[in-house]
């Protein structure tokens, strides 16, 4: 893949050497409609005596002139030059907070990114100033190929990488450290959540922890800094080993790195689990009162301490009380190939079937630039967190809702979408009225069995307290407004295929639909619900009939009433059919 972007230099009297940055002569139409106005064109005139400088110097001072691309720059300004790949979904752990007891679904293999995707993603990453790649999985050893894939990434050093990490749980790790050094790694950072036999065998579900700190010390001997140590601190769980790691940071030039229990999927997260930061923090000064505060580095997510003395230092990562969403550069990419804009975000962006599809990476730019500037200022609040849907753990550093797409690449509407993150087994969801071409089309039911299809919907109608008067005193100048919404609702429901194109034309054994006034809140209640015996099922009915119930009631008092809202529909109950019985 070419470079989208260069720097030509030409020199003037006084030995004032004028910078100018203009697009590539290859650069698309497509890729260049995301770059900003500013970024069209760069001049800048200082007196750098670049003459006597030696070449190398030269090509660095052009190359800090060049501005950020606008593909990995947000809205609110925050430049990503750091990417995460998850490389594998295996593991050879099953850490409580990270997997489900039950453990996860592996998607086949053709599934997951290869190595030739994995190189090419990253290229293109690098290729819009991504300066640092961090491995992760599952557990990234287990892949057979990791070293080669190390050294391979490291041939994109000539276009601005700099930094190759791994996350590794230590395990299978120590006698493939020596080649992995040598391939280019630059950065480790291994789990260890507990310095006790016992308890590592309970909180991994596995034997291990000899072997952890074998690698640590053979890490340290190979001089690989920085080395960090992440620790999942747990309530009642490993919180009492807290001092423990900071005197292990005495004699080893490592950073102990405290993290707040995070909910994901499976780990059965609760509040009373978490430790926060403050609490932490202060027990570590009853033990180690010159316990002190040290320069955090730019963008690090940690928040790091010291005592005086000791060789290593101890960091603080407080998702979730003291959130660093400001200085977020981060991006990560999951194993199966969705990109995922915030660790704690439901929602990705499927690169995977788009690379299948295309050479064009100026193409994929555009989808990883729309998906950037769609990144909120900060994550959801604690509350939110709780009950929001996202992968486990294991599955992260592992299609979509795609709420507005790209205006410039409409053609991408319904073949590169987004999937909530819910979705993590090895069944990758699809939707039914989409072909492998993106063409909408009817699903064939015909060889499906019949069975009793029930669907219940409900919505409401907000309005005024006069309005409701009305209805109640039966006033409203055309007619009964609950009795007409009935009807026209039923009527409606009986006209569901002729009114969505890729609906089937079934027989409805009933359609059922109540109105009911609330006069203490101002509202119509609507409740709806259609039966049938058949193939496919009814919930298109049920909508189609509490939607134009719901319409009628708003024409019947729109001369009353211009502000009323419809608000609120959606299925409450469903039977029948492939996916079983459900109720909300």
Not at 137 to 153: F, H, S, Y
Not at 200 to 227: K, N
Not at 381 to 397: A, C, F, H, S, V
Not at 521 to 528: C, E, K, N, P, Y
Request: proline content about 4%; hydrophobic content about 40%.
């Amino acid at each position: 893949m070419k470079v989208l972007a260069r720097m030509a230099v030409s020199t003037r009297p006084a030995r004032v050497c004028r910078l100018s940055w203009t697009p590539a002569p290859n650069r698309c139409r497509t890729a260049r409609s995301h770059t900003s106005a500013s970024h069209a064109r760069y001049t800048a005139d200082a007196p750098i005596q670049s003459m006597d400088l030696p070449r190398a110097q030269q090509s660095a001072r052009i190359k800090s002139y060049q501005p950020f691309s606008d593909f990995l720059t947000d809205t609110h300004a925050r430049q990503h030059d750091y990417l995460r790949i998850s490389i594998t979904e295996k593991c050879n752990l099953r850490c409580t907070y990270c997997m489900p007891e039950e453990g996860v679904e592996l998607q086949p293999e053709e599934k997951l990114l290869s190595t030739d995707e994995i190189l090419r993603v990253a290229r293109v990453f690098v290729s819009q100033g991504v300066t640092k790649i961090r491995l992760t999985g599952g557990e990234p050893t287990v892949r057979k190929d990791i070293i080669q894939l190390v050294e391979r990434l490291g041939e994109l050093r000539s276009l601005g990488l700099k930094e190759i990490a791994m996350t590794s749980n230590g395990i299978a790790l120590k006698r493939k450290l020596p080649a992995l050094v040598a391939a280019g790694l630059t950065h480790l950072n291994l789990s260890l959540d507990t310095l006790d036999p016992l308890q590592y065998e309970l909180l991994a579900r596995r034997r291990g922890l000899d072997a952890v700190l074998s690698c640590i010390d053979q890490a340290i001997a190979l001089g690989i800094q920085p080395l960090k140590v992440n620790c999942v601190v747990i309530n009642r769980i490993n919180d009492r080993e807290i001092t423990d790691f900071v005197e292990f940071t005495r004699t080893r030039p490592i950073e102990v790195r405290f993290i707040e229990y995070m909910p994901f999927d499976g780990n059965r997260w609760n509040k009373e689990k978490m430790v926060p930061y403050a609490d932490m923090l202060a027990r570590i000064r009853m033990q180690f009162p010159t316990f002190s505060k040290v320069q955090d580095a730019k963008n690090d997510t940690a928040k790091v301490w010291q005592v005086p003395g000791f060789l290593g230092k101890v960091g603080f990562i407080t998702s979730m009380t003291n959130h660093f969403c400001g200085s977020c550069n981060r991006l990560r990419i999951t194993s199966d190939g969705n990109l995922k804009v915030c660790l704690f975000g439901n929602t990705e962006v499927s690169l995977r079937d788009m690379m299948r599809s295309t050479n064009d990476d100026a193409a994929l730019l555009e989808v990883i630039g729309a998906a950037v500037k769609r990144k909120k200022k900060q994550h959801a609040g604690l509350t939110e967190l709780e009950t929001m849907k996202n992968r486990p753990m294991i599955l992260i550093d592992r299609k979509v809702l795609w709420t507005s797409m790209s205006a410039s690449m409409p053609w991408l509407a319904g073949k590169y979408t987004t999937k909530q993150a819910r979705y993590y087994s090895s069944k990758t969801p699809k939707l039914t009225h989409v072909d492998e071409l993106g063409a909408a089309h009817m699903v064939d039911v015909g060889q499906k069995t019949a069975t009793r299809r029930v669907a219940r919907v409900v919505a409401q109608v907000q309005t005024s307290a006069e309005a409701i008067q009305l209805i109640v005193s039966n006033m409203v100048k055309k007619g009964d407004v609950l009795a007409t919404a009935r009807i026209a609702g039923i009527m409606a429901a009986k006209q569901t295929s002729a009114l969505i194109p890729l609906c089937h034309n079934i027989n409805l054994s009933k359609v059922k639909v109540h109105l009911q006034v609330d006069e203490a809140t101002s509202r119509v209640l609507i409740d709806t619900e259609a039966i049938c015996d058949g193939v496919t099922g009814v919930e298109m009915e049920a909508l189609t009939a509490c939607s134009v119930a719901a319409l009628t009631v708003y024409d019947m008092l729109k001369a009353v009433d211009k502000r009323m809202v419809i608000s609120g529909l959606r299925v409450v109950e469903k039977q029948g059919g492939k996916s079983g019985d459900w109720s909300i």
